[in-house]
C-alpha cells in the first residue's frame, strides 16, 4: 500500500543524493520546495470551503480541533497555540492533538498512531459536538489514528476537514471536506517532514488566519487583538496603534494604558474620539469588527 503513495516514492532528480556537494543538496532541495506552494494552490476551493466551517464553528461559539500523528500532529499543535498570542484567542478556541499525547511532540511514541480508538478518545476526552471543526492531518493520508478521530467527529455531528499530500487519500472517505495537497516523492524518500510537511504548514496557516480574520480579529493588515503578553509585543501593540489611527507613538502609548491595553478599544477611541466604555460598545454591537464599529 504505501509504495502507491506519491509522498513514498522515490525523487528521480536525487537518486545520487548521498554524493552531491552541499551546495547541489541545497539547490535541490530549493527548487523541489518551489513546487509546494503551487500545489497547495490546486487546492484553494477546497481550504476556502474548510474555512468556512471553521468561522461557522467560532460564530456558534465552537472550536477548531487539529489532530494528527508525528510532524502531521506536531503542525497542528504548532498553528494551536500560535492563535491565543496573535489573536488573543482563549487556548480552548484552537486546540491541537498528536496521536500519543504531548509527550509525542518532541519523542515519538511507538504505536499510537495505528490505533483508531485513541483518535476517538482523545476527541470524547474534549465533548467533540456539533459546534466544532475537527481537522484531521495526515501527509500519507492513511494514518489510523486521524481516521480514528474523523469517524468519531462524523459521529458527534461536528464538521470534519482532511489534509493530506496524496491523491485519494483514506482520510478523505471519513471528512466532509478534502484538501489533498499532492506534493510528489520527496527529496530524501518517505521523510514527510520537508514537502508534505511544508505544505501543511501552508494549508494551516490559511485556515487558521482566514478563519480568524473572518470573526474580526484583523483591522485592515493588522492584527488588532494581539496579546500584549512581553515587551516586544507591548510596543508591538503601540505601533499597532499608531498605523491604525495614524497617530505618533506618545499618542498611542496614552491611549493603550487608557484602554487597559486594548488595541481595539485604543483604536476606536482616537477615530471616534469617544471613552472607553463607549469603545467597547461599538465592538460589542459590531461583533468585533472595527470596520463595523466606525
Known amino acids: 500500500?504505501?509504495?502507491?503513495?506519491?509522498?513514498?516514492?522515490?525523487?528521480?532528480?536525487?537518486?545520487?543524493?548521498?554524493?552531491?556537494?552541499?551546495?547541489?543538496?541545497?539547490?535541490?532541495?530549493?527548487?523541489?520546495?518551489?513546487?509546494?506552494?503551487?500545489?497547495?494552490?490546486?487546492?484553494?476551493?477546497?481550504?476556502?470551503?474548510?474555512?468556512?466551517?471553521?468561522?461557522?464553528?467560532?460564530?456558534?461559539?465552537?472550536?477548531?480541533?487539529?489532530?494528527?500523528?508525528?510532524?502531521?500532529?506536531?503542525?497542528?499543535i504548532l498553528d494551536a497555540v500560535e492563535c491565543k498570542p496573535t489573536f488573543g484567542s482563549p487556548s480552548e478556541m484552537v486546540q491541537g492533538f498528536i496521536a500519543?499525547?504531548?509527550?509525542?511532540?518532541?519523542?515519538?511514541?511507538?504505536?499510537?498512531?495505528?490505533?483508531?480508538?485513541?483518535?476517538?478518545?482523545d476527541l470524547k476526552s474534549i465533548a467533540i459536538s456539533e459546534k466544532d471543526t475537527v481537522i484531521g492531518i495526515a501527509a500519507s493520508g492513511r494514518t489510523p489514528y486521524v481516521i480514528g478521530a474523523l469517524k468519531y467527529a462524523s459521529h458527534a455531528g461536528a464538521k470534519t476537514v482532511?489534509?493530506?499530500?496524496?491523491?485519494?487519500?483514506?482520510?478523505?472517505?471519513?471528512?466532509?471536506?478534502?484538501?489533498?495537497?499532492?506534493?510528489?516523492?520527496?527529496?530524501?524518500?518517505?521523510?514527510?517532514?520537508?514537502?508534505?510537511?511544508?505544505?501543511?504548514?501552508?494549508v494551516l496557516n490559511m485556515i487558521s488566519t482566514a478563519s480568524m480574520i473572518g470573526i474580526g480579529k484583523v483591522y485592515k493588515n493588522l492584527m488588532v487583538d494581539v496579546q500584549s503578553t512581553n515587551y516586544k509585543l507591548i510596543e508591538r501593540s503601540k505601533r499597532i496603534i499608531m498605523q491604525a489611527a495614524d497617530v505618533d507613538y506618545d499618542t498611542a502609548a496614552k491611549y493603550f494604558e487608557e484602554a487597559n491595553h486594548n488595541v481595539k478599544a485604543a483604536i476606536i477611541m482616537i477615530l471616534l474620539q469617544c471613552s472607553y466604555k463607549e469603545a467597547l460598545e461599538k465592538l460589542s454591537n459590531s461583533n468585533g469588527f472595527i470596520r463595523k464599529a466606525l
Open 100 to 121: 500519543g499525547g504531548m509527550k509525542a511532540f518532541t519523542e515519538a511514541v511507538e504505536g499510537a498512531e495505528d490505533n483508531e480508538s485513541l483518535g476517538e478518545s
Open 162 to 202: 482532511s489534509i493530506s499530500c496524496n491523491k485519494n487519500a483514506e482520510i478523505s472517505k471519513y471528512a466532509k471536506v478534502k484538501i489533498e495537497v499532492e506534493t510528489g516523492p520527496e527529496v530524501l524518500t518517505g521523510s514527510t517532514r520537508l514537502k508534505a510537511g511544508t505544505a501543511q504548514k501552508l
Open 1 to 76: 500500500m504505501l509504495d502507491k503513495l506519491t509522498t513514498e516514492k522515490r525523487n528521480s532528480s536525487t537518486m545520487d543524493l548521498d554524493v552531491m556537494s552541499v551546495h547541489e543538496i541545497l539547490k535541490t532541495m530549493n527548487r523541489e520546495d518551489l513546487t509546494v506552494p503551487q500545489a497547495v494552490a490546486m487546492e484553494i476551493h477546497s481550504i476556502e470551503e474548510a474555512v468556512q466551517n471553521v468561522i461557522q464553528s467560532f460564530q456558534e461559539g465552537g472550536r477548531l480541533i487539529y489532530i494528527g500523528a508525528g510532524t502531521s500532529g506536531r503542525l497542528g
